[in-house]
């Protein structure tokens, strides 16, 4: 409290005056628009990328090692240890707090662990998990809070959602580095693994 008085006081911002209702409904239906057409222009210049390069034959690079048929057993020990490790945010598309979620995982681990085992044995994600929360936010202080182009989406799921990818990442990443293709100078999208440590690692050997 003391340091939000003070930052109040000393280093007072801008603050816009409320929208109407009417303006809010027509803004988020702006927002709405924007992002729609933009994942559709993306789809669109991808298909004609596609159309250029259709005469090209890439390389056909056969796999080694062992294939990816099934998933591993989700265990009830397994999914308390991840809620266990998961900080205690919730979303807004949450039915139950994360704090209450963390305080019984003996409870619902059981409950998530079946609901895994399910959706990878009939490989089926629940269409309810795959509704977010879309929030726009703004790139850069100052810029026009009317232009949608100046706004980055940010999705926010519900917290079982994002349990069930993180129990699906640990299974796929472990079969992508299994795998004789997995190139290990890769430093992008890879945790611990250092882009200078590698890079050295690759010049010196």
């Known amino acids: 409290m003391m340091w939000r008085t003070t930052k ?3 280093h007072h ?5 409320p929208l109407a209702d009417e303006e809010c409904r027509l803004l988020a239906g702006k927002f709405s628009d924007y992002f729609h ?4 222009n993306t789809r669109h210049a991808i298909d004609m990328a596609l159309q250029h390069l259709s005469q090209i034959v890439f390389p056909v690079r056969r796999n080694y090692g062992p294939t990816c048929c099934t998933f591993g057993k989700v265990k009830d020990k397994e999914v308390r240890k991840l809620i266990n490790s998961m900080t205690a945010k919730s979303s807004p598309l949450d039915i139950l707090p994360t704090k209450l979620l ?3 995982s003996a409870v619902f681990s059981h409950v998530i662990a079946r609901l895994a085992n399910l959706s990878f044995e009939e490989g089926l994600f629940p269409t309810s998990f795959k509704t ?3 929030l726009p936010l703004l790139k850069k202080p100052g810029l026009d809070i009317t232009e949608p182009s100046n706004y980055q989406p940010i999705s926010n799921l519900n917290t079982v959602s994002k349990i069930l990818e ?4 640990a299974r796929v990443k472990s079969q992508l580095l299994s795998s004789a293709n997995f190139c290990p ?4 999208y890879r945790v611990g693994p250092s882009a200078i440590l590698l890079r050295w690692h690759y010049y010196v050997y």
């Open 132 to 134: 977010a929360q879309v």
């Open 166 to 169: 993180r129990l699906y990442s």
């Open 13 to 17: 911002s801008r603050r816009d005056p």
């Open 37 to 40: 057409n933009k994942l559709l």
């Open 185 to 188: 100078l890769q430093s992008a």
């Open 8 to 10: 109040e006081v000393l």
């Open 102 to 104: 963390k305080s019984c």
